[in-house]
């Protein structure tokens, strides 16, 4: 099925630890996106990627690092996971048309 | 991007049209309006957008004014799957990829 589709959907994990967000879109998008979610507010844009090996920073990079060797795919990842990123992550694609934007169902990760 | 006012919640009657303002004073000539929402949990979900004509979709409509410095989005027969934040965002080209920054949102619920 065409969409986009983040894993895994729910992580728990320990300080210091490193983790990987995965992120796969169908569509060939060329614009890719990770937002975070924290309770209570809205999302807040971590990097974001304008084609394969073309990544940028959003608002809140300290402490993430992406790649984007393929257009499909976009992985976030957290090489020394804080409490402070207990979060829900959101990836999104642009369709390149309209504008719009499709996101995942969340990927949420809770750092003990 | 410019910057976007909304009211932090509202309530609605359920099959009564929910009227949501956005206040962007700052707009520039070639930004857009984009409305998304987001269901308890789910990722944000794209409604409507619109650069200065008011605008209709099976989801919504879109009033801008003629001033563009405020709009409306109408969700017309409101029911309680329309319970939900809605977030209102400007951003300057459909086509340029860069990012989309979601502020606070309104959260929006329909009652019975």
């Known amino acids: 099925d065409a969409g986009i589709t983040q894993s895994p959907r729910y992580k728990i994990t320990e300080t210091g630890r490193q983790v990987t967000l995965m992120c796969h879109q169908t569509?060939?998008?060329?614009?890719m996106f990770w937002y975070r979610q924290d309770l209570g507010h809205g999302l807040r844009l971590i990097y974001y990627s304008a084609a394969a090996d073309i990544t940028d920073k959003g608002e809140v990079p300290d402490g993430y690092v992406v790649s984007r060797s393929k257009t499909e795919n976009f992985p976030l990842t957290l090489e020394s996971a804080t409490r402070s990123q207990t979060s829900v992550y959101f990836c999104?694609?642009?369709?390149?048309?309209?504008?719009?934007?499709?996101f995942g169902e969340g990927s949420r990760l809770t750092v003990l | 991007d410019a910057k976007t006012t909304q009211p932090p919640s509202m309530d609605c009657a359920e099959g009564r049209a929910a009227n949501l303002p956005c206040n962007h004073s700052t707009i520039s000539g070639n930004e857009y309006v984009y409305w998304y929402r987001q269901i308890h949990s789910q990722g944000p979900q794209y409604i409507i957008h619109g650069l200065k004509n008011n605008e209709t979709n099976e989801m919504a409509s879109l009033i801008i004014t003629e001033d563009r410095k405020s709009s409306t989005l109408i969700l017309p027969h409101a029911t309680l799957r329309d319970t939900a934040v809605y977030y209102c965002?400007?951003?300057?080209?459909?086509?340029?990829?860069?990012?989309?920054?979601f502020g606070g949102g309104t959260r929006v619920l329909v009652k019975p």
């Open positions: 965002i400007v951003r300057v080209d459909i086509a340029a990829g860069n990012k989309l920054t």
């Open positions: 999104a694609s642009k369709q390149p048309n309209t504008g719009e934007l499709f």
């Open positions: 569509w060939s998008h060329s614009y």
